[in-house]
């Protein structure tokens, strides 16, 4: 069963940064359709982050300060993120997609606050 396991999620100040890590088992990354961060707020909806899909797209919301990256050796995909918000806070997942499979992590909290 393919499982997608986040890291690296917890309690940083306003203007912070954090990693966020997700590794992947049995599904390997190199055959994915797509792959991304999305975050959920409390009572907002589900919204992509940065996602790749051929190429690298990033919601206006963090332009500049978010990088994705993917690492097929490892089979992981990070997200760094900089001079981290308060509205930054959210429950922040991995996903993937593949032949019309789409694959969720269980999440990681990330909460910014002074």
């Known amino acids: 069963q ?10 940083v100040q306003p203007g912070g940064s954090l990693r966020l890590s997700c590794v992947a088992s049995i599904i390997n990354i190199f ?15 589900r919204e ?3 996602g790749i899909i051929g190429r690298i797209n990033y919601a ?14 490892k089979n992981t995909v990070d997200l760094q993120m900089n001079s981290l918000k308060p509205e930054d806070t959210a429950v922040y997942y991995c996903n993937m997609r593949r032949s019309g499979f789409t694959y969720w992590g269980q999440g990681t ?5 002074s």
């Not at 994915?32 to 909806?45: C, H, M, T």
């Not at 206006?60 to 050796?73: E, L, M, P, Y």
Request: hydrophobic content about 35%.
């Open 48 to 50: 992509l982050v940065a």
């Open 60 to 73: 206006d919301s963090v332009k500049g300060r978010f990088t994705i990256s993917r690492d097929n050796a």
């Open 2 to 11: 393919v499982q997608l396991v986040e890291s690296g999620g917890g309690l």
């Open 109 to 113: 909290q990330v909460t910014v606050s």
């Open 31 to 45: 055959s994915v359709d797509s792959l991304g961060w999305y975050r959920q707020a409390p009572g907002k909806e």
